[in-house]
């Protein structure tokens, strides 16, 4: 895939992508990572086991994590871009792949979610029920939402029972509008921004160390999870299950344009039936209602853009797939990986472990 004139793969030389820096010590820095991949593209291992060829490329992606992020930085005032500027410029040499597997694993991957199967939606009101139920929802309308079912009830008036991304409607409700004006009508979802599995209301003693890393670099990048309610309207959108997917696995993210609440929707998928070409205005049904908080979606497409770049959503979508396929581990620890990622989802391993 191509983003922004970038092919996935290798860090292009500096010299081909000089509208990207803002510097000459961001280039400079960029340059170290850059120079540190090459010389590891440059060493290949001979006769390597698997587990030995996952090593070396995970230090590849490693490395690839943190100098497309020096492309890509979000958050405001360039916060992210100082924090991984000064984090590469006082590192060791050999400490650069142990930086960027901390950005993969705590900025990156906290993004993504595999899921075959829908995510589980509370039921529906019935028919009949629905005024009644409307009618219960605007006594508490404006009060932030107490939890995934009311969040996502209110996040439906905000956004008209529709999908955000495609506009199609909610099939449970299509009744409620004039024929004439519904096209396509199907079942829809609630997608966080900042996926709430990772760290919000973790009760497990094991996931705090996993947590506290994730809080601390992005509140590094100048993002304070802990203020940001993760079912708040700022945090949820509605969408349609094949949308949704998209988004959780990083093949799916919004880029803003000039205009306010406008975004152009980006998808790794050309060919993907409900992604429309033209850009896309959020809008509320009622303006005390807000719409997504456009910093969590800069922080969501920066993570999609650093994840196919760097490798690391070919990595993710590969543990995630052969951990629901592995049951017997291989004798050459070839397997290790897999189970790495899957500890990693449970809290079970600390950060840079």
């Not at 000459?24 to 820095?29: F, T």
């Not at 955000?164 to 004439?180: A, L, T």
């Not at 209602?289 to 456009?294: A, G, K, R, S, T």
Request: proline fraction near 6%; include cysteine.
């Amino acid at each position: 895939m191509i983003i922004q004139g970038l092919k996935s793969g290798p860090l292009p030389e500096a010299k081909q992508i000089e509208h990207f820096f803002l510097s000459s010590s961001h280039r400079s820095a960029y340059n170290i990572v850059q120079t540190k991949e090459r010389e590891v593209l440059k060493n290949p291992l001979v006769n390597p086991s698997q587990q030995q060829r996952e090593g070396y490329q995970d230090t590849l992606v490693n490395l690839r994590v943190i100098g497309y992020l020096f492309l890509f930085f979000p958050g405001p005032n360039h916060r992210a871009l100082a924090d991984v500027f000064s984090s590469v410029v006082s590192a060791e040499d050999t400490d650069l792949a142990t930086l960027g597997e901390i950005y993969k694993k705590c900025f990156v991957r906290a993004f993504y979610k595999y899921r075959k199967t829908p995510a589980f939606i509370p039921s529906h009101p019935s028919r009949p029920s629905f005024d009644q139920r409307v009618d219960k929802i605007r006594e508490t309308l404006y009060e932030a939402p107490k939890d995934y079912s009311d969040s996502k009830f209110k996040a439906l008036i905000r956004d008209n029972f529709r999908c955000m991304i495609s506009g199609v409607y909610e099939e449970e409700y299509q009744h409620q509008f004039p024929e004439d004006e519904v096209d396509t009508a199907l079942s829809t979802e609630m997608a966080h921004v900042i996926p709430e599995g990772n760290y919000f209301g973790l009760d497990k003693p094991n996931k705090e160390k996993y947590a506290a890393s994730i809080l601390a670099v992005f509140d590094r990048f100048g993002f304070i999870i802990e203020k940001f309610d993760v079912h708040s309207l700022t945090n949820v959108m509605t969408m349609i299950q094949p949308i949704h997917n998209s988004f959780d696995r990083l093949r799916l993210w919004l880029e803003s344009t000039d205009k306010l609440n406008e975004y152009k929707v980006v998808v790794v998928n050309r060919k993907h039936a409900f992604v429309p070409e033209k850009p896309i205005t959020f809008k509320s049904t009622d303006p005390r209602l807000p719409l997504p908080d456009p910093q969590a979606l800069e922080l969501h497409a920066a993570a999609c853009k650093v994840a196919h770049l760097s490798g690391a959503a070919e990595q993710f979508e590969k543990y995630s797939r052969d951990f629901e396929s592995t049951y017997v581990l291989a004798e050459d620890g070839g397997s290790s990986a897999v189970l790495e990622h899957a500890f990693f989802k449970a809290g079970l391993i600390e950060v840079g472990a």
